[in-house]
């Protein structure tokens, strides 16, 4: 690592105030500080060292998406060779969605870091940090087969729209992951909805089924999938959503380094369950009949709850809020689920709608507290 650090001392005068790159000085010092922890402290007041930064939180949630990441390689190789009817092994499905899956990640960190790149450079600030996870998130929400201008389309509206005219990282109100998503399922829904785009096309099948186990029973088709299928992920779906079990592992490590918020990881489960629970008593419609437990491993709720939800920017901030925040993300994705055969997954919808209600339940429970000790003191002072 000394030798990195001595190449970057080495060129750093060169974007320095007044060097031939003062300009680019913002792409210099995201490269630095990716590598290195800045050696360059306040000089009044109060501060406190920390190897622990926003990039090193950041790094930590992209080490939590490496499992499902991984998983889902596997998955969507395991997906292909199945419909194709061909002998395969563990390793020949990996490198297959390995090579289907990486080109989505290097468009989406390429385009996205050079938009933020190019927005830092304008306006003279550092670079954010925030696309570092951004970047592996919206490829693991989208189907394998979208094509590759489409998901580059969809990362310029969420870190443009979503991020940038907001001030960029810290300052976004909804979750440009999931913004990506909405934009290409919209604005494309024949590349984003059906039976044909979660799996790659094998060559020589002249039909194919895809369907995910969500769509075929917002169409009242049997499933053939059972609740280890469900756990594990060996199911058509988005390519980091699958496989719950892989998530969990992933919630484990950010529970662990309390990157995230177990209150809301929590509390979306549980307001999940209930509002399938409650479903299964009024029973209307196969996806009411569905078992309340099953829901919950089942679609992108458990990658919606744990690395959308948690979003520390979007997601509501006071302990209370917490709880209200994440309870109603996991009804409404049920609700939308249950009541909309035609788009029965609802996790995207449900944490965009409560992102930009998060602030409004912050409020309250501030107020609330207020209230409530105004009241003690004049009880007391009385």
């Given at each position: 690592?000394k030798?990195?650090?001595n ?6 005068p060169l974007?320095d ?6 300009k680019?000085r913002?792409a210099?010092?995201?490269m ?10 306040v000089?009044?007041?109060a ?10 939180v ?11 990441t ?19 092994t ?9 090579w ?8 989406s ?11 830092a ?11 570092l996870?951004?970047?592996l ?5 989208m ?29 976004n ?37 895809g ?6 029973l ?6 053939a999938?059972?609740?280890?299928d ?8 988005s390519?980091?959503e699958t496989s ?9 490590l ?11 990881m929590?509390?979306g ?19 009411m ?10 679609g992108g ?7 959308m939800?948690t979003d ?18 996991g ?6 689920r249950?009541?909309?055969p ?12 409560m ?13 609330g507290?207020?209230?409530k000790?105004m ?5 007391q002072?009385a």
């Open positions: 690592m030798f990195l650090e190449f970057f001392n080495k060129y750093k974007f105030e007044g060097g031939k790159y003062e680019l913002p210099y010092m995201a630095y500080t990716f590598a290195f922890v800045p050696g360059e402290t000089k009044k007041g501060q406190i060292r920390d190897a622990v930064d926003l990039k090193r950041m790094f930590t949630v992209v080490l939590a998406l490496i499992p499902a991984i998983f889902g390689m596997w998955n969507v190789g395991y997906q292909y060779f199945t419909q194709a009817g061909v002998a395969f563990n390793w020949e499905a990996f490198v297959f969605g390995f289907k899956v990486i080109p989505l990640i290097i468009v960190y390429v385009v996205g870091l050079g938009i933020e790149f190019y927005f450079i304008v306006r003279g600030h550092e670079v954010n940090e925030g696309y996870v951004s970047g998130l919206i490829p693991l929400i189907p394998v087969s979208i094509p590759l201008w489409i998901l580059a389309l969809s990362v310029a509206f969420a870190v443009i729209i979503g991020k940038e005219v907001f001030g960029g990282t810290g300052m109100i909804v979750n440009p992951a999931l913004l990506a998503r909405a934009f290409a399922f919209f604005a494309y829904p024949t590349f984003m909805s059906g039976n044909e785009v979660w799996i790659p096309k094998p060559e020589n099948a002249d039909a194919y089924s369907e995910t186990l969500l769509g075929a917002g169409q009242g088709n049997h499933i999938y059972t609740w280890k469900m756990l594990f992920g060996n199911i058509p779906g390519i980091g719950v079990l892989m998530i969990l592992i992933g919630a484990a950010l529970l662990f380094t309390k990157v995230a918020s177990w209150r809301i929590v509390s489960f549980l307001g999940a369950a209930l509002m399938a629970f409650i479903f299964n008593l009024w029973g209307a419609n196969p996806l009949n569905f078992p309340w437990w099953q829901h919950l491993l089942v709720l458990a990658f919606g709850v744990v690395f939800a520390p920017v979007t997601a509501a901030q006071t302990r209370r809020g917490k709880w209200i925040y994440g309870f109603l993300i009804m409404f994705a049920i609700m939308i249950v009541f909309n035609a788009y029965p997954e609802g996790v995207m919808l449900a944490i965009l709608l992102n930009v209600v998060a602030p409004t339940i912050d409020h309250y429970v501030v107020q507290n207020i209230k000790r009241k003690r003191f004049n009880k002072a």
